[in-house]
């Protein structure tokens, strides 16, 4: 048997403050669009689907992104989580798969209050 190592993760970038740029609210899933610019991935635009566990106050996610580095460089990303509501905020962890090669864990506050998406990425690879 392999040993696996432990788990030591360092941040990607710094945290990123997100804007929400539309919510679709249904009763069996959720989307969230989101917005902003990442030091690593430049501005980047982001849809989350949220499903809903039988209490409704957690389940499972899955998410699509787009960073467009610079004229000529555009990134993708597609993550997998779990999700759970505390109050008016939305508490997110995810996988996610860059087309570069790169693995991020991504944590997450979705602030429906605020409209907003704070967000840490973590290098897995």
Do not use: C
């Amino acid at each position: 048997m392999t040993d696996i190592e432990a788990l030591n993760l360092q941040p990607r970038q710094g945290r990123t403050l997100m804007n929400v740029t539309s919510v679709e609210v249904g009763t069996e899933e959720s989307v969230l669009h989101v917005q902003s610019t990442m030091s690593e991935y430049g501005k980047v635009l982001s849809t989350a689907r949220f499903k809903y566990n039988a209490d409704r106050l957690s389940g499972t996610y899955t998410s699509e992104g787009r960073g467009i580095v610079d004229e000529n460089t555009m990134v993708s990303g597609t993550g997998m989580g779990i999700w759970r509501r505390e109050g008016s905020k939305i508490h997110m962890e995810e996988l996610v798969n860059i087309s570069d090669g790169s693995q991020n864990l991504g944590r997450g506050i979705w602030d429906m209050r605020e409209n907003t998406l704070t967000y840490d990425a973590f290098v897995i690879r």
